[in-house]
């Protein structure tokens, strides 16, 4: 078991962080003793239900039967490996979804599980790691001190493959066998007809979210979609329309599809720190089926909009060529949360949905991406830590989430927050074609208000009650086109440490625009929550 101590400032850093929080309530409980990496566990009650195993026609048995058949010559070697593998730690179950890439399912691929019933495993005690299944190739090398079986060598004929050709003898003509087909048969099951040219039994569909903001269907963009039946599986990822056909055709009945919330943009989706967002739909037509998400659907509606709120702001950044965070970005989705943070400690951001709608979503993301872009500019050793460092040290003295800005290296924060609530703001409004004249904008920590004659719509923004941090010059320099987001991204350099020298920075880079910059900064320098709001 590999077990790792974390130490007590890391554990608090990882929870707690608050480098690009948007929205607190009470922060989490601070624990003061080294903790150790969580186990990873499966469900393992006693099982109230027993479900019937199938026979499985990819296990290399049953295809070898039919070639030894019909072409004695050909001794088939394996394409799957059909596995179990027990994690034994947050750790490792880690590797095995990151660093691995496998898709992991908590019951076994022989099990005929009915829509709604899910399986436990009464061999495993209560409080001890389970086992969970998935097929790999043979030349697949597991991690170092995973424990792992081999369960059965599988066969999974494609397209090209999965025919045999008998020729004729003075007796009979000449035949072709389909091999699939073949095997299912042989072990009982039903076939349809062959009726449908090959490529229409490929089954395809749709995926789509509710916004419950907009109250718009909306598509859930470049998401894994992932089929099976028996060990045979295939995935693929949605398009920008929400739309994904597979590229294996299934002779036989219904498929079971899963929704993993892993992007094709690298960042992925999780439902608690070791485990990423996965949604069984259950069994539905091998043709096909449309997927669509809403609030009653559970987290996963939550998983979907968090998904779309980053793939826009990832496209944003390709767009832009703002930087996005190095390496595969998880995003851990904490439904009983009103807070959010962007630590990047193990690449980790945490997204507070409690009570939040579509909307409140999309916003809270883009301004945590947002300080994932600031933190891949001016890295951790001399920047990002001291973020953190300072909202740990706010907290630890029960002040609120930013302080008064009195505390060391208060300037770094101001500069992140100024960046990541204008971001978020921005993003927003964009996405829901919301202009700053003909709408007011509000959430818990943003009062925009303003009909002033100034160039800039002046405005004052309270950041979760510290009025020392106001967004809204990058706001104005952005939204009159002063300065575009990229413009202003690349003053975010790791020496602009405070608000006047991300005024000067913008200033020496923008020599043109200097006046309209220092202009931005002059309005919101005057305001006074106490005189001119907020509201």
């Known amino acids: 078991?590999?077990?790792?101590?974390?130490?007590?400032l890391f554990c608090c850093a990882f929870l707690l962080a608050g480098a690009a929080c948007t929205r607190f309530a009470e922060p989490p409980p601070v624990k003061d003793t080294e903790r150790e990496n969580a186990p990873y566990l499966v469900r393992t009650r006693a099982a109230g239900t027993t479900f019937d195993s199938l026979p499985d026609p990819y296990f290399i048995e049953n295809m070898q039967a039919i070639y030894d058949e019909f072409d004695g010559n050909i001794e088939l070697e394996p394409t799957d490996l059909y596995v179990r593998i027990?994690?034994?730690?947050?750790?490792?179950?880690?590797?095995?979804?990151?660093?691995?890439?496998?898709?992991?399912?908590?019951?076994?691929?022989?099990?005929?599980?009915?829509?709604?019933?899910?399986?436990?495993?009464?061999?495993?005690p209560e409080g001890e790691p389970g086992w969970l299944y998935t097929t790999v190739?043979?030349?697949?090398?597991?991690?170092?001190?995973?424990?792992?079986?081999?369960?059965?060598?599988?066969y999974i004929p494609t397209e090209?493959?999965?025919?045999?050709?008998?020729?004729?003898?003075?007796?009979?003509?000449?035949?072709?066998?389909?091999?699939?087909?073949?095997a299912y048969e042989r072990l009982g099951y039903v076939l349809e007809p062959l009726t449908r040219a090959s490529g229409d039994d490929k089954p395809e569909g749709r995926v789509t979210v509710y916004d419950n903001s907009g109250n718009d269907t909306v598509p859930v963009k470049k998401v894994r979609i992932k089929v099976r039946r028996h060990t045979k599986t295939d995935k693929v990822y949605?398009?920008?329309?929400?739309?994904?056909?597979?590229?294996?055709?299934?002779?036989?009945?219904?498929?079971?599809?899963?929704?993993?919330?892993?992007?094709?943009?690298?960042?992925?989706?999780?439902?608690?720190?070791?485990?990423r967002a996965k949604y069984d739909y259950g069994k539905r037509s091998k043709r096909g089926c449309d997927i669509h998400l809403t609030e009653n659907s559970g987290e996963v509606w939550q998983w979907a909009a968090i998904n779309n709120a980053a793939y826009d702001y990832y496209c944003m950044c390709d767009d832009t060529e703002i930087s996005r965070s190095d390496g595969t970005l998880k995003i851990w989705c904490r439904p009983n949360r009103s807070w959010s943070s962007a630590p990047m400690l193990a690449r980790i951001v945490h997204i507070g949905t409690e009570d939040a709608n579509y909307r409140n979503i999309y916003n809270?993301?883009?301004?945590?991406?947002?300080?994932?872009?600031?933190?891949?500019?001016?890295?951790?050793?001399?920047?990002?830590?001291?973020?953190?460092?300072?909202?740990?040290?706010?907290?630890?003295?029960?002040?609120?989430?930013?302080?008064?800005?009195?505390?060391?290296?208060?300037?770094?924060?101001?500069?992140?927050?100024?960046?990541?609530?204008?971001m978020g703001a921005i993003l927003d409004c964009e996405k829901h074609n919301i202009t700053r004249l003909d709408s007011v904008y509000y959430n818990t920590w943003h009062y925009w208000h303003g009909n002033r004659d100034d160039f800039f719509y002046r405005a004052g923004d309270v950041v979760n009650g510290s009025n020392w941090i106001q967004p809204d010059p990058i706001w104005a320099l952005i939204t009159r086109d002063v300065l575009t987001k990229k413009q202003v991204f690349d003053c975010l350099t790791s020496d602009v440490d405070t608000r006047a020298k991300l005024?000067?920075?913008?200033?020496?880079?923008?020599?043109?625009?200097?006046?309209?910059?220092?202009?931005?900064f002059d309005i919101n320098d005057t305001f006074n929550p106490a005189i001119d709001g907020p509201g």
């Open 1 to 8: 078991m590999i077990m790792k101590k974390i130490s007590t």
């Open 86 to 124: 027990m994690p034994q730690d947050s750790l490792q179950m880690d590797v095995l979804l990151h660093d691995y890439n496998l898709d992991l399912f908590d019951y076994p691929l022989d099990l005929d599980i009915p829509n709604g019933e899910e399986y436990v495993d009464p061999t495993i």
């Open 137 to 154: 190739k043979p030349d697949f090398v597991f991690p170092e001190d995973i424990i792992y079986d081999t369960l059965r060598a599988c």
């Open 160 to 182: 090209e493959n999965g025919v045999i050709e008998v020729p004729p003898t003075t007796r009979t003509e000449g035949f072709i066998i389909d091999v699939e087909r073949e």
């Open 238 to 275: 949605t398009n920008d329309n929400g739309e994904y056909k597979i590229t294996k055709s299934f002779p036989k009945g219904e498929l079971n599809y899963i929704l993993i919330f892993i992007n094709e943009k690298d960042f992925v989706v999780r439902k608690d720190l070791a485990v």
């Open 364 to 422: 809270t993301v883009s301004h945590e991406l947002a300080h994932t872009s600031h933190y891949a500019k001016a890295g951790y050793d001399n920047y990002w830590r001291h973020y953190i460092d300072y909202i740990i040290a706010c907290w630890f003295n029960g002040e609120s989430t930013y302080g008064n800005g009195t505390r060391n290296h208060a300037g770094i924060v101001e500069v992140g927050e100024m960046w990541g609530h204008a």
């Open 503 to 520: 005024i000067t920075k913008m200033r020496t880079t923008y020599p043109a625009k200097a006046p309209l910059i220092q202009l931005a």
